[in-house]
């Protein structure tokens, strides 16, 4: 049977991976952070997004100073989302070959009706009239802000958020112009060559690639020895652009014992944490995060200055070592003067 081609098609998004990566750092850009690089690669991957990026190659060095995180980009780019390009400047600023990273962006876009993520202006390219092909393509570009998160990594439904939220920024032309750049209707010129494109990117597909990406981020949780935290949302209704979540080996404990465990230590609570995103108008068509109605809790803890301790000279070694440990224990030492 004939299938029906849909009214309109999710583009392939091409990300200008060194500007993304810099922005996601916050506004020093001090690194090219390849975690954050991650983060925005799976929060448009269960959108339903085909995700492509493209870094200079010298960016693939776990010894260069300026990039964080570099195991990442070996993984990505084996399931084959990250590609690296040629350097602009080989050694001694000689220089290497005339094409470089924003033209590979700028190309893969155009030849598969696709849309830019990049905080980059292009001035360089749209100036030059030898690219002229490539100038629509760089002027409906899309780019991102980062929304910091009240912990280190977090699950909120189908998202895994580390330090921050991505969110697509609208500037001009509005709210339907942010859809027109997103989804190729039938009448855009371009539909032909994103629906080609779409079907190779299958929903077995795009679970598996899901799956992968689960599995780096909780490597990256193991390296930085951060436990993910699980933020409770309202249950949405079935969709199919929410898929079934990988199991994360750091999550031992269900949220009910959490609670448990909280009200018996304390009856603090960390502040709740929003993190529904700003694009309203996007709600039934990227499916994101909605607002937060209870977060996981935890308990701060216990100051040294909260011990009700005899004198040190009357208190061993021994004594101490059952109730304090070595860090509380030299703070005590080193204090001037210990509160009772």
């Not at 983060?39 to 995700?51: A, C, G, P, S």
């Not at 995180?69 to 350097?87: M, Q, Y």
């Not at 190729?184 to 060559?193: D, G």
């Not at 995103?277 to 996007?282: A, H, K, P, R, V």
């Amino acid at each position: 049977e004939a299938v029906t081609p849909p009214d309109r098609v999710p583009r392939l998004l091409v990300i200008d991976a060194c500007n993304i990566a810099r922005s996601s750092c916050g506004p020093k850009r001090e690194s090219v952070n390849c975690a954050g690089l991650l983060n925005v690669i799976r929060w448009l991957t269960v959108r339903d997004f085909e995700v492509n990026a493209f870094l200079p190659i010298i960016y693939k060095n776990k010894h260069n100073a300026n990039v964080a995180h570099v195991f990442i980009l070996n993984k990505l780019h084996e399931l084959g989302i990250v590609s690296f390009t040629p350097a602009r400047t080989a050694r001694c600023e000689r220089p290497a070959l005339v094409n470089y990273d924003d033209l590979y962006v700028a190309q893969m876009a155009e030849r598969h009706g696709g849309c830019i993520l990049s905080g980059d202006r292009f001035n360089d390219i749209l100036v030059n009239e030898q690219y002229k092909e490539l100038h629509p393509v760089l002027r409906d570009r899309l780019n991102l802000r980062f929304i910091p998160t009240p912990f280190d990594m977090v699950e909120v439904g189908c998202d895994r958020l580390y330090k921050k939220e991505p969110t697509f920024i609208v500037d001009r032309g509005g709210e339907d112009d942010v859809v027109q750049r997103l989804y190729a209707a039938k009448s855009s010129p371009c539909y032909k060559k994103c629906l080609q494109r779409r079907r190779v990117f299958t929903e077995p597909v795009r679970l598996r690639l899901l799956h992968s990406l689960d599995e780096l981020f909780y490597e990256l949780a193991e390296r930085e020895a951060i436990r993910p935290i699980t933020v409770r949302i309202e249950e949405p209704p079935p969709s199919p652009s929410c898929p079934q979540s990988v199991q994360s080996p750091f999550m031992e404990e269900s949220i009910e014992d959490q609670e448990e465990e909280t009200e018996e230590e304390s009856d603090s609570t960390l502040p709740s944490s929003d993190l529904s995103l700003d694009l309203s108008f996007l709600d039934s068509i990227l499916s994101p995060v909605r607002t937060v109605s209870e977060s996981s809790a935890g308990t701060p803890p216990s100051s040294f200055s909260q011990w009700h301790l005899p004198p040190l000279e009357e208190l061993d070694f021994e004594t101490m070592a059952e109730f304090l440990d070595s860090a509380t224990l030299l703070e005590l030492w080193l204090s001037p003067i210990v509160s009772r």
